[in-house]
């Protein structure tokens, strides 16, 4: 597609359930990026995947925290038995390349999934 | 580890004034630096990038950037601010290891007077 898109645009939550973001990034772009940015922050990295190979999830706060990308495009966080510190925009970014080669590179990021927790 | 500092939570300027953001990046080697813009209830936009290629980087909207390794600095100006740049900025760092991600700092609101 021409950017990167990301559903549903807004979710609400009841504390406890859990919920499952997606991200279709721009075809053909190899890395993708997962960021959590809290009201009045900055973005904060998640995770990021090398084509299906999730290569880095040291940002994923806890263990109810799960992204997948199984095929290599499409991909989706699942956040389980969701708390209210969970709310936030989560942003989902892409790039062309692999790192090596590309650490210059910015990424294309989508509008985000505004996660609301009650 | 890499980090960016935003000086400035909130910056006000008049239409037509001079613009300066300030970003301090923490590195130990000359990184590759952004900065980014973020309008109400949108993604982050990619404003300008330093590559090592040129010290003074210019990007889009007529916004400008200049690398300044002995201040560890990079700031963001634009010589006469519009209406239209009012938005969240955010200065970014990244390194070079293939291992390396895009790190932000805490974001600067610009806000524009009339």
């Known amino acids: 597609g021409a950017g990167v898109s990301q559903s549903p645009r807004y979710k609400v939550a009841k504390r406890g359930q859990d919920v499952a973001l997606r991200c279709d990034p721009i075809?053909?772009?190899?890395?993708l990026f997962w960021y959590q940015q809290a009201l009045g922050q900055g973005p904060e990295f998640l995770t990021y995947?090398?084509?299906?190979?999730?290569?880095?999830k040291s940002g994923l706060p806890s263990d109810r925290f799960f992204a997948e990308r199984p095929e290599g495009s499409v991909s989706t966080l699942k956040i389980q038995r969701t708390q209210q510190e969970d709310s936030a925009v989560y942003l989902c970014?892409?790039?062309?390349?692999?790192?090596?080669?590309?650490?210059?590179?910015?990424?294309?990021f989508g509008s985000g999934t505004r996660l609301t927790v009650v | 580890a890499q980090s960016v500092t935003q000086l400035g939570s909130h910056v006000s300027v008049s239409e037509g004034a001079l613009v300066l953001l300030r970003c301090n990046y923490s590195s130990s080697v000359p990184p590759y630096l952004f900065w980014y813009v973020q309008y109400p209830n949108q993604g982050l936009q990619l404003l300008l990038k330093y590559t090592s290629a040129a010290t003074l980087v210019k990007g889009i909207n007529g916004f400008e950037a200049e690398f300044k390794k002995s201040e560890t600095s990079f700031h963001l100006t634009k010589p006469s601010a519009h209406m239209s740049d009012a938005a969240e900025y955010f200065c970014?760092?990244?390194?070079?290891?293939?291992?390396?991600?895009?790190?932000f700092g805490s974001g600067t609101r610009l806000s524009i007077r009339p």
């Open positions: 995947f090398q084509n299906e190979a999730q290569l880095d």
């Open positions: 970014a760092v990244r390194g070079y290891s293939s291992a390396s991600k895009i790190i």
């Open positions: 970014a892409s790039s062309l390349g692999a790192p090596t080669g590309t650490g210059s590179n910015g990424y294309t």
């Open positions: 075809s053909g772009h190899v890395s």
